[in-house]
Each structure stands twice: as C-alpha cells, then as structure tokens.
C-alpha cells in the first residue's frame, strides 16, 4: 500500500500542483470464493476483499469544478459543477466516478469543487471488480469524510454501474469492497443485502489466477444470463407462484418441473439453486477447516458454470483443469462473471511454488500466454486512510 500511496501523492502534486495536500482513500478490490451468477439472483455469494485495490486523492479547487485525472488511463476530466447531474455517460473510464457523482447527487449530497487523482493497482478486466473499487474510491473521495451507511454506499455505486454505465451488475462488488474484513470471507445475503462474516482456514492459501483473456463476448452474455434468468423466473411461477427470484425454489421442486420446462431456463435455473446450497456447504466446511471439502464444492461450482450456466471458455476450463492436477491443490474454479478473467484456487501453503510454475508453464505452452498469479489475503473493506 505504502508503495500504491507514493505514487498517488506524487501524480497528484503533478496534476494539481496548486491544491491543498489530499485527503486518501481506499476501495479494495474482490475474489470471489463462491456464489457465482447468484447475486442478480437474491442469492448468496462469498467473496473476501483483496490487497489489491483502487486508491484515490483529493483536495478542494475553489474553481467551482471537479477535476478527475486517471493514472492508469492517462487522462484527465473536468466538468463544471453547475449541470453536473445532466451530464451524459461517455462510454469510458470517466463513467465512474461521474457515475458516482450523479448518485450522490439524486441522494441528496452536494458535490464540492475538487481535484481528484485515481491510481489502481487492480489489473482491469481481470474479474477483480476494478470497477466496483474505481466506483467506491471515488464516492469516498467525493463525499471528503461525510457519513455515510456502508450499506447505502454500496447501494449507490450499484445504482451507478447499473444505471450510468449501464451493467446489469448485482450487489456482490460493490457490498464486499465496503464490508470486506482482513481475515474473513464475507457471506452476503443478496436478497437482505446483509453479511456475516466467514473465517477462513489458515491452512490454505486463496490465490487468482489472470487467464490474460476478455471474450468481447462477456458483456452481451452477462446480459443475456440476467434475462434468462428472469424468463426461468417466470417460467416457474406459473407453477409455483411463490417464487420470485431464482433464490425462491430449492432444487427438488426445480426438478419436479423438469418435463414442463425447457431446456436452457433449466439448466440456468439448476446452476443458481446449486451454487446457493454450495455456497452454504462451504461456509460450513470452511468452519470445521474441511479442506477437501471445501475444494470439491470449488470444482463442482466450476462444472455448473461450464455446463450448466456456460460463461466459460477455453483458457479458464484450462487453468481449472490444469490445477486440479497440482499436488496441494484442493479445487478450482472460474470467479467472476466468466468468459476470462480470474480462476480462484485453494491452494495447501507449502504447495505455493510448485503451483505458480506449474501453472505458468502450462499455460504458457498452451495459449503462449504469462498468467498473473496473485496469492489473495483476505483484506479489509474501503475507507479512508490516516498516514
Ligand atoms: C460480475 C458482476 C457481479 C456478479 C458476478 C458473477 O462480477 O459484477 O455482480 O454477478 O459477475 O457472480
């Protein structure tokens, strides 16, 4: 963090040498142990917030504007106050924080006049949730220490993505990078949109691994998921009108209506029930430190998503699969929305080595790609940070 801090200030004091010294702050970003394609569905979900994370500076201006520059971008934007909240997306990385700022205004919060300084050192479009950590970071910068429910932030920079930048998202991103706690996974009740939090064993390490890939396909087909979902939906309430929600039929009823459905709203349906039950299976082998269990419930997550949800692809199944032939390997799975980005691993310490070259080799003389390789602590959620 010390390092991600120094160079925040140092782009600050260059981007805007005439402001104050900045306040700081910090936005996580977040891997996904299980519940996968859940969250849309008032389910549950288990991810624990990462070191990696997204940090922003700000000071106030006087100039009656906010100023955005984007270091990883390197770019810059800037908007006057006065019409901020009809000011249109634009398609890019300004969405964000602009995003943020128009919920914050539609909430009642004024926006002051700052100059804000984005630095990440989340890789994007890697499934880390740069996007709920960029959107987090810079509500917190906007809002300059002003109270807020932790709840109600994650709420608002949900409203954000889903009605600025336009992604369908649900609320896992966004509620883990505000409730994340250092040492605990976060089980999040989508439907309440509570939490309790998860202690991990310490006997085994989380580790991400970047396949490096973005099937341009992710985007339309996370939106087609959202809607065959809702058509499952209502496709099973005629039947059985209590159901609301994927969330609402257990598996035995689901499979009572087997010959009256078709078949792609079941097998998407199957996948959510499924994935809910195992996301409860790991929390309760997680407290008895039942490792190879925990790690079956990893591989038959992967398989649902591969066969029954389909948001895998080549390089992931890959990864997946070349992992569960490591010694000191307990499972593996696609985390995130799928079609690239990251698989998560549950991986015994000592096996850490062994596991990264492995893997590296692997992957490298089959797709002749270098993956990343981030062994993951459990960290904590965002706020503000006191040097
Ligand atoms: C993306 C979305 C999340 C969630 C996952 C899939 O990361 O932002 O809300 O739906 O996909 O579990």
Redo the contacts with the bound molecule.
């Keep these: 963090m010390a390092g991600a801090l120094a160079i925040l200030k140092d782009i600050f004091r260059s981007r805007f040498p005439e402001a104050a010294a900045p306040r700081l702050f910090r936005a996580p970003g977040r891997v996904?142990l299980i519940?996968?394609?859940?969250?849309?569905n008032l389910g549950f979900?288990l991810p624990i917030a990462i070191d990696y994370a997204c940090y922003t500076a700000s000071a106030a201006n006087g100039r009656g504007e906010l100023r955005v520059y984007s270091e990883t971008m390197g770019q810059g934007r800037e908007w006057p106050l006065e019409g901020l909240a009809g000011v249109p997306p634009s398609g890019d990385w300004s969405d964000y924080p602009l995003g943020v700022a128009n919920q914050l205004l539609r909430a009642g919060y004024d926006i002051p006049a700052v100059d804000l300084a984005i630095h990440s050192t989340l890789p994007l479009g890697a499934?880390l949730?740069s996007?709920?950590a960029i959107e987090v970071a810079a509500a917190l910068a906007l809002l300059g220490g002003r109270e807020i429910e932790p709840r109600e932030l994650a709420l608002l920079a949900?409203r954000a993505?889903n009605q600025f930048v336009g992604?369908p998202?649900?609320?896992?991103?966004q509620y883990v990078c505000v409730h994340g706690e250092a040492g605990s996974a976060i089980e999040i009740d989508c439907r309440d949109v509570t939490h309790r939090a998860v202690r991990l064993p310490e006997a085994v390490r989380v580790v991400a691994v970047n396949s490096m890939v973005k099937h341009e396909l992710g985007g339309s087909a996370?939106v087609d998921r959202v809607r065959e979902c809702s058509e499952a939906v209502a496709a099973i309430a005629e039947r059985f009108p209590d159901v609301q929600s994927l969330r609402d039929i257990d598996s035995e009823r689901l499979q009572s209506l087997r010959p009256s459905l078709r078949e792609l709203p079941f097998h998407r349906a199957r996948h959510v029930t499924t994935e809910n039950g195992r996301v409860h299976a790991f929390v309760a082998a997680a407290a008895h430190g039942d490792l190879r269990r925990m790690g079956a419930l990893f591989i038959a997550s992967h398989r649902s998503l591969q066969y029954d949800y389909e948001?895998s692809c080549a390089e992931l199944d890959f990864l997946v699969d070349t992992a569960l032939t490591i010694p000191g390997v307990y499972g593996a799975r696609l985390?995130?929305?799928?079609f690239g980005g990251c698989t998560v691993n549950l991986v015994a310490p000592e096996a850490l080595p062994q596991f990264e070259e492995r893997m590296r080799g692997s992957y490298q003389a089959k797709f002749g790609i270098d993956p990343q390789i981030f062994p993951c602590d459990a960290a904590a959620g965002a706020g503000e940070i006191f040097e």
């Design positions: 996904n519940g996968e394609h859940t969250d849309y979900v499934g949730s996007s709920a949900r993505e992604t998202c649900g609320i896992m991103d996370y948001v985390t995130g929305g799928g």
